[in-house]
């Protein structure tokens, strides 16, 4: 299930980009997902996974040829989402990824069944996503399906969060 935390969330992986860098495996950039995400939000294309921590080649446009580690945040953030098991427990920043990168985080938390895929949100999401997606909202617990009523709780919800209603820490 997709959890997004409004407020400080605990714990949480800080740095998505470093974790990224030392976990990653060749088949996540190879995947149709991984693929995906890396034309989608980075506008490039996987020539190579690599070996298992390095190796790996991604052809940008603007950059030429450039290794995993230099992809966005927001892309190795979802990666880590999708595939690193070692994110269970965790939530990944939402204020490291841009809003172009939450529709893959929604595919993400479609296509892994065995654990949860948890986000702090501290913003409104201005790029919308297709579906009728449930997401759990916290720490209010409130489920919504789909991005306008995710949205709507957002809207709702950031300013009282903002004041200090309603929220712990």
Same mark, same amino acid.
């Given at each position: ?77 979802? %990666? +880590?989402?999708?595939? $690193? #098991? &070692? ?8 204020? !490291?990824?841009?809003?172009?990168? @939450? ?20 913003? %409104? +999401?201005?790029?919308? $996503? #297709? &579906? ?8 209010? !617990?409130?489920?919504?399906?789909? @991005? ?22």
């Amino acid at each position: 299930m997709l959890i997004f935390y409004l407020g400080k969330a605990e714990p949480i992986i800080e740095f998505p980009h470093y974790q990224f860098n030392i976990a990653y495996e060749p088949h996540w950039l190879e995947s149709d997902f991984g693929r995906d995400i890396i034309k989608g939000v980075d506008n490039s294309d996987v020539i190579s996974g690599g070996l298992k921590n390095g190796g790996g080649v991604i052809g940008s446009p603007v950059l030429g040829s450039i290794p995993p580690s230099k992809l966005s945040t927001g892309t190795r953030s979802a %990666l +880590l989402a999708r595939f $690193w #098991d &070692g994110c269970n427990g965790f939530y990944l920043p939402g204020d !490291k990824m841009g809003d172009n990168v @939450y529709p893959y985080i929604v595919r993400a938390a479609n296509e892994v069944t065995d654990r949860d895929i948890m986000v702090r949100v501290g913003r %409104l +999401l201005r790029v919308p $996503w #297709d &579906g009728t997606d449930e997401i759990l909202m916290m720490p209010r !617990k409130e489920k919504v399906i789909g @991005y306008a009523e995710c949205l709507h709780y957002l809207a709702l919800h950031t300013n009282m969060f903002w004041r200090g209603e309603g929220y712990g820490t």
